[in-house]
């Protein structure tokens, strides 16, 4: 354990992190603390700043760190529906009708009119008790897709439409939420459904689904619990019927009287994307004489010259950004490593996400950032260690370069959005705290309780007294029994009283 306590901290703030970290709750845990001047990076604080710790989501700091420098705060998605063929006077288009992946993880409800991305502080993709999907039509840039085709004249496709994803693959799940991780991503690779039970065990459950697709056929064989059991929900693998379709079983409980959001990571995104579109189609009225379970994916590149149907525009990538680490969305951070790859060195397929650590990389070596004390081997957390210090080095180094106005753009406000809403809501240093949380928890059934094996907060704060600080916060193997997330000892409270305790007193 190593700390510096200097005349740059004041007897008040090492009073405040040692009240915290020596409380007897914490045997067993291991703490790590970096607070240093946002310009220069001079040390003020440090306790095992130079121990390496589970990251969990802060790892997606140097993941939107190499986006916003590499593509560009900006960047935009180009994604287009195009067509191979000739359209004859009768609106039949002699060929396909091919939808060209291009890594845009936001084809969904979260595009807003003003050229911005909406989200919901606690995201869907996470299905805890208060996930709330964006409330727009979620396949409103599908259905303009078809209207797209429309307009150009279709009305009858005579091959079938096909989805190109050969940007990179879409066949594994990221390490948080087990989303597939595709380049084309609709919903962001889900199907919403939110669950009401019946008011006594033993009732039927009611559901309500979106998007309702014949992607999937959902077959229930689950039921209302006892009140206040917990809520068993649970999915079985996609399975295809002899007709064609697909299924998946459902059965678990949800406790009576309640309702929970869940939801289901479809496991063929371009399938998914496929069937949406063709549906799509056909209530613009456009025939698909291949029909809804035609082959999803082309095995062909589509020419550069493929006639242009429609195209979508993303809002600038800032917003993309932003909800990757307003909400910490796992999915989002894993397609935009592999973008980074295919657009920067023309890296396809499984070379992608290489390429884009390697672009990484030398980003961080043009910055002078040593990598000492930092593991990277995804993009959103699941494998991601750093040593405060090395954090805390990386935030200097982002405070100097031409992005940090957009990086501060896209954290978490401390008691006010996104996964740091709940925490320290009546602290002083409230709305002060701009930084990227992350969280990496187990249950723990001998003990009855939860083992958080990482727990992270890192950004920035303007203390009170004006001085412009980053800082670094790690608490890995904290084992606590259930309560509530505004219990002090809460992980996510702790961390924010040390961050409080460097806004009110540094």
């Given at each position: 354990?190593?700390?510096?306590?200097?005349?740059?901290?004041?007897?008040?703030?090492?009073?405040?992190?040692?009240?915290?970290?020596?409380?007897?709750?914490?045997?067993?845990?291991?703490?790590?603390?970096?607070?240093c001047?946002?310009?220069?990076?001079?040390?003020?604080y440090?306790?095992?700043?130079?121990?390496?710790?589970?990251?969990?989501?802060?790892?997606?700091?140097?993941?939107?760190?190499?986006?916003?420098?590499?593509?560009?705060?900006?960047?935009?998605?180009?994604?287009?529906l195009?067509?191979?063929?000739?359209?004859?006077?009768?609106?039949?288009?002699?060929?396909?009708?091919?939808?060209?992946?291009?890594?845009?993880?936001?084809?969904?409800?979260?595009?807003?009119?003003?050229?911005?991305?909406?989200?919901?502080?606690?995201?869907?993709s996470?299905?805890?008790?208060?996930?709330?999907?964006?409330?727009?039509?979620?396949?409103?840039?599908?259905?303009?897709?078809?209207?797209?085709?429309?307009?150009?004249?279709?009305?009858?496709?005579?091959?079938?439409?096909?989805?190109?994803?050969?940007?990179?693959?879409?066949?594994?799940?990221?390490?948080?939420?087990?989303?597939?991780?595709?380049?084309?991503?609709?919903?962001?690779?889900?199907?919403?459904?939110?669950?009401?039970?019946?008011?006594?065990?033993?009732?039927?459950?009611?559901?309500?689904?979106?998007?309702?697709?014949?992607?999937?056929?959902?077959?229930?064989?689950?039921?209302?619990?006892?009140?206040g059991?917990?809520?068993?929900?649970?999915?079985?693998?996609?399975?295809r019927?002899?007709?064609?379709?697909?299924?998946?079983?459902?059965?678990?409980?949800?406790?009576?009287?309640?309702?929970?959001?869940?939801?289901?990571?479809?496991?063929?995104?371009?399938?998914?994307?496929?069937?949406?579109?063709?549906e799509?189609?056909?209530?613009?009225?456009?025939?698909?004489?291949g029909?809804?379970?035609?082959?999803?994916?082309?095995?062909?590149?589509?020419?550069a010259?493929?006639?242009v149907?429609?195209?979508?525009?993303?809002?600038?990538?800032?917003?993309?950004?932003?909800?990757?680490?307003?909400?910490?969305?796992?999915?989002?951070?894993?397609?935009?490593?592999?973008?980074?790859?295919?657009?920067?060195?023309?890296?396809?397929?499984?070379?992608?996400?290489?390429?884009?650590?390697?672009?990484?990389l030398?980003?961080?070596?043009?910055?002078?950032?040593?990598?000492?004390?930092?593991?990277?081997?995804?993009?959103a957390?699941?494998?991601?260690?750093?040593?405060?210090?090395?954090?805390?080095?990386?935030?200097?180094?982002i405070?100097?370069?031409?992005?940090?106005?957009?990086?501060?753009?896209?954290?978490?406000i401390?008691?006010?959005?996104?996964?740091?809403?709940?925490?320290?809501?009546?602290?002083?240093?409230?709305g002060?705290?701009?930084?990227?949380?992350?969280?990496?928890?187990y249950?723990?059934?001998?003990?009855?309780?939860?083992?958080?094996?990482?727990?992270?907060?890192?950004?920035?704060?303007?203390?009170?007294?004006?001085?412009?600080?980053?800082?670094?916060?790690?608490?890995?193997?904290?084992?606590?029994?259930?309560?509530?997330?505004?219990?002090?000892?809460?992980?996510?409270?702790?961390?924010?009283?040390?961050?409080?305790a460097?806004?009110?007193?540094?």
């Amino acid at each position: 354990m190593s700390s510096d306590r200097s005349s740059l901290v004041s007897p008040q703030f090492t009073a405040a992190v040692r009240e915290i970290t020596e409380r007897s709750v914490f045997a067993g845990a291991r703490f790590g603390v970096a607070v240093c001047e946002a310009a220069g990076g001079r040390p003020i604080y440090q306790h095992n700043a130079h121990d390496i710790f589970q990251a969990a989501s802060t790892t997606k700091i140097p993941t939107v760190a190499y986006a916003l420098a590499l593509l560009g705060r900006d960047f935009r998605f180009h994604t287009r529906l195009v067509r191979q063929g000739t359209i004859d006077s009768a609106g039949t288009l002699q060929g396909d009708l091919i939808l060209v992946a291009s890594g845009d993880p936001n084809l969904s409800g979260r595009v807003a009119p003003n050229d911005k991305l909406d989200f919901k502080d606690y995201d869907h993709s996470i299905g805890a008790p208060k996930a709330r999907a964006v409330e727009r039509n979620p396949l409103q840039v599908i259905e303009a897709f078809a209207r797209g085709a429309r307009e150009a004249g279709i009305r009858r496709i005579t091959g079938t439409v096909l989805v190109d994803v050969s940007l990179f693959p879409g066949d594994f799940r990221e390490l948080g939420t087990l989303t597939t991780v595709s380049p084309i991503v609709i919903n962001d690779n889900l199907i919403d459904i939110e669950v009401t039970a019946g008011e006594r065990a033993g009732e039927a459950l009611s559901y309500r689904i979106s998007p309702l697709s014949g992607y999937v056929r959902f077959i229930d064989r689950a039921t209302t619990g006892e009140k206040g059991s917990r809520q068993t929900l649970a999915f079985s693998s996609e399975r295809r019927e002899a007709d064609g379709t697909w299924s998946v079983v459902i059965t678990g409980t949800v406790p009576a009287g309640t309702t929970c959001l869940l939801g289901f990571g479809v496991e063929s995104p371009s399938r998914f994307a496929r069937t949406l579109l063709v549906e799509a189609l056909a209530t613009a009225g456009i025939v698909v004489e291949g029909g809804l379970f035609g082959p999803s994916v082309t095995s062909n590149a589509v020419p550069a010259n493929a006639e242009v149907v429609f195209e979508h525009v993303s809002p600038p990538l800032i917003e993309a950004t932003k909800v990757v680490l307003k909400v910490s969305q796992n999915l989002h951070a894993e397609v935009l490593m592999r973008v980074i790859g295919a657009t920067l060195r023309g890296a396809k397929g499984v070379d992608a996400a290489t390429a884009a650590y390697e672009s990484g990389l030398e980003l961080l070596k043009r910055w002078g950032v040593d990598t000492a004390g930092a593991v990277q081997s995804d993009a959103a957390g699941g494998i991601g260690y750093f040593s405060p210090d090395f954090m805390c080095r990386l935030l200097v180094r982002i405070a100097a370069s031409d992005i940090h106005e957009a990086f501060v753009y896209c954290l978490p406000i401390m008691g006010r959005d996104g996964t740091l809403r709940d925490i320290q809501t009546t602290s002083i240093a409230a709305g002060h705290v701009l930084a990227k949380t992350g969280t990496i928890s187990y249950d723990d059934p001998l003990n009855k309780a939860l083992f958080y094996s990482a727990k992270g907060l890192a950004g920035y704060i303007t203390t009170k007294s004006g001085r412009r600080t980053a800082f670094a916060l790690y608490l890995n193997n904290y084992q606590r029994g259930p309560s509530s997330e505004l219990d002090p000892n809460h992980p996510g409270q702790v961390l924010g009283a040390i961050a409080a305790a460097v806004y009110e007193h540094l």
